[in-house]
């Protein structure tokens, strides 16, 4: 098998883990448990199981270090600034962006969600902008514009009826997943991806552990069935698609495995179908193509030298 078939299987297995969060999120809210308990027992989970990864890394580390053997593929530790940085990244760009997901998805339906959360290539670019200067080009204020006109009508019927808090958690979830990606391309472009990993999930641990003792506060009897539940949203929806991705960009890179990994709302409107009796309509179809054209052609385009806007 090539490489590029290789890079496909997957990218394609870490759509479908992470298409099919909306899965854990219905039986787990079946379960009694609110939107900061579920990523509470999420995030502990992935801190727990991600600590063989990271002792390794550190001994790999320390080996480099000491007889000056190149940097390990994986990356290296970045001062305790760094990761600090990277913490408070978890703690409050992955908290809250996990948390409006989870609102998002209880309210609309993962498949309609999914779908608004790949607005999210054109506000990474107004946060490059805002925070790194970056320039915007004149094709992608185009794209912009056409994927926030699929946003509208994916999300119109929503405000008409009056759901507006899934609409607006699912803006919301957006606008943080894009800040969050911005942020950490910078904040943690030398470090390890098994560190950065288990810094956003202890982060995001604090974060959703201290939103649910304000909150909420309360917490089901324990089962084997619920622990086995948050158990599968850190593996299958965490973990295995996150191994997956970096797995890929090691064979193609990571803007071709970006586009591939595109097809997880097609995965999350199938759960929508199977557990929320989730139906789009014409309209939100509609809607929909018009963000995943934008968003693919955005980062086909990201990066190529022509015209461009400074404010």
Request: charged content about 10%; glycine content about 10%; overall charge positive.
């Amino acid at each position: 098998m090539g490489r590029f078939w290789k890079a496909f299987v997957l990218a394609t297995l870490a759509a479908s883990g992470f298409g099919g969060v909306g899965i854990f999120i219905h039986f787990l809210s079946a379960q009694g448990l609110s939107p900061a308990a579920i990523l509470m027992g999420r995030y502990l989970f992935m801190s727990l199981l991600l600590v063989p990864f990271v002792l390794q890394a550190w001994k790999e580390s320390l080996y480099y270090t000491k007889y000056g053997a190149p940097t390990n593929k994986n990356g290296t530790f970045s001062p305790v600034s760094d990761l600090r940085k990277i913490i408070a990244l978890g703690l409050l760009g992955t908290t809250i962006q996990a948390g409006c997901y989870i609102v998002a998805v209880k309210e609309l339906g993962p498949g309609t969600a999914a779908i608004l959360i790949y607005i999210y290539p054109s506000l990474v670019l107004l946060w490059e902008r805002v925070l790194f200067r970056q320039p915007i080009y004149l094709e992608q204020l185009g794209l912009m514009a056409i994927s926030w006109c699929g946003s509208y009508l994916v999300l119109g019927s929503h405000f008409v009826h009056g759901t507006w808090l899934g609409a607006a958690a699912a803006i919301c979830s957006a606008i943080f997943y894009s800040f969050y990606l911005s942020a950490s391309n910078h904040v943690s472009r030398n470090c390890n991806v098994w560190i950065t990993s288990w810094c956003v999930a202890v982060g995001a641990f604090l974060g959703s552990t201290f939103t649910w003792i304000v909150w909420d506060g309360t917490f089901p009897s324990l089962s084997w069935s619920l622990l086995g539940l948050l158990f599968g949203y850190a593996v299958v929806g965490t973990i295995i698609p996150m191994v997956a991705v970096f797995s890929a960009m090691r064979l193609i890179g990571a803007s071709s495995t970006s586009l591939l990994c595109m097809s997880e709302p097609i995965f999350a409107v199938l759960v929508g179908v199977w557990l929320f009796q989730e139906s789009l309509g014409p309209v939100q179809i509609l809607g929909a193509c018009l963000i995943m054209t934008a968003s693919i052609l955005l980062s086909v385009q990201k990066g190529k030298a022509r015209a461009y806007v400074t404010t």
